[in-house]
């Protein structure tokens, strides 16, 4: 007997007892429905993801394989939204301190659902990204390489914004027109404020239309001079031979002279070599056939379309100039250092052997003692 009266007393507890108009059991069954539509999202998730891993490791599947992956996590909560909804159906929901329950809780649904399209759209975006990475893989270019996250960014942007604007204007009916001309003298002061924002994203946009270097080169904008390590929307960073990083903004970029030094064919050397005014003739000519010589023996290093020249050129205040012309290849600066080195240690050690003597800056004063002139120079002090 006792039995039964705890039984109906627990029965009357949860059908008389209510909460916002809804008694226990209406609660427990809106939390078994979560529940429920909880297990099945990460069911089917756990599906979807394991099939994706399979797709993955066939190349002509790669981008099914990435659409099932898209699709997984947002599914979840689409599953979550449809259960709430049909939870929903068996509540009893009434305005309460002015809220319609009913219509907010059909808003939350359908802004779950919106949402988890939302983000499937989202996650789509790494659709477009491996279409655009197998596209800039076929390119010479890295920089394009560098195009593509930032193209994922801008496109997951704007995503997101039209995701937030649909949900103001269409489920909760917000007056999106009303909001944006309120926001025009402030839109108007922020676009000044990003005056410079916007000039920097133009350079970028520049930057990869004309593809003045690619990721890696060596170049010099203005005063400074590094490798290029990245390019992004607003700056683009520089790594010096020091070590340094430097973040240069774009707009700057785009209005320097960049020069791009790991592009050159070739590097060119302009060596004068001098010797001494006393130096005779034949030995000028000597020293010229010389060095005719030895760039003929290192004629494989030397750019076929431009030829070494060597000539006899000034006459310098305090030596007889002998300049040199020649174009290394291929252009690896340390491989050019080393030529230079061989080459210059041979020049002086056959200049010594002929008995050419190199010039160095000097003076000489002539005084004439024979002068008829003669001065009496005295220095006496200011006071007499």
């Not at 599953?79 to 808003?107: N, P, S």
């Not at 195009?147 to 909760?172: D, G, S, Y």
């Not at 290192?298 to 310098?316: C, G, I, Q, T, W």
Request: hydrophobic content about 50%; some cysteine.
């Amino acid at each position: 007997m006792s039995n039964l009266i705890t039984l109906g007393a627990w029965y009357s507890f949860v059908t008389e007892m209510k909460f916002l108009g809804n008694n226990l059991s209406q609660w427990l069954g809106l939390a078994g429905v979560l529940l429920v539509s909880f297990i099945v999202g990460k069911v089917i998730s756990f599906a979807l993801s394991r099939q994706a891993g399979r797709l993955d490791q066939a190349d002509r599947l790669q981008v099914l394989g990435t659409l099932l992956r898209c699709i997984e996590r947002p599914l979840t909560v689409l599953v979550l939204a449809g259960g709430l909804y049909l939870a929903g159906q068996f509540m009893t929901l009434r305005k309460e301190a002015g809220i319609d329950l009913a219509q907010f809780w059909v808003q939350v649904c359908t802004t779950l659902a919106v949402l988890a399209t939302g983000w499937f759209i989202y996650r789509l975006v790494d659709i477009a990204e491996l279409f655009l990475r197998r596209w800039t893989s076929k390119t010479d270019t890295v920089l394009d390489d560098q195009l593509v996250p930032m193209i994922r960014k801008t496109l997951r942007v704007f995503v997101v914004i039209v995701l937030l604007l649909f949900i103001a204007q269409n489920i909760f009916e917000w007056d999106i027109g009303a909001l944006i001309a309120g926001l025009g003298v402030g839109g108007l002061a922020m676009a000044l404020a990003a005056r410079d924002m916007l000039a920097n994203l133009f350079g970028s946009v520049t930057i990869f239309a004309d593809r003045p270097f690619q990721m890696g080169d060596y170049v010099k904008v203005g005063e400074t001079d590094g490798v290029i390590e990245e390019v992004g929307f607003r700056s683009t960073r520089l790594r010096t031979l020091a070590g340094q990083l430097v973040t240069m903004p774009n707009s700057t970029v785009a209005n320097s002279a960049v020069i791009n030094i790991s592009r050159r064919p070739y590097i060119r050397r302009v060596l004068n070599v001098t010797v001494t005014y006393d130096t005779p003739p034949e030995k000028v000519q000597r020293g010229v056939e010389i060095i005719e010589e030895m760039l003929d023996r290192r004629k494989d290093r030397l750019h076929p379309e431009f030829p070494a020249r060597v000539y006899f050129s000034d006459f310098n205040a305090a030596s007889l100039n002998i300049i040199v012309y020649y174009w290394f290849v291929p252009p690896v600066w340390w491989d050019y250092n080393a030529f230079n080195h061989d080459f210059n240690m041979e020049l002086l050690r056959r200049y010594n052997e002929e008995g050419i003597e190199f010039a160095f800056p000097t003076q000489t004063l002539y005084v004439k003692q024979d002068s008829p002139i003669e001065a009496d120079v005295r220095l006496t002090r200011p006071d007499g």
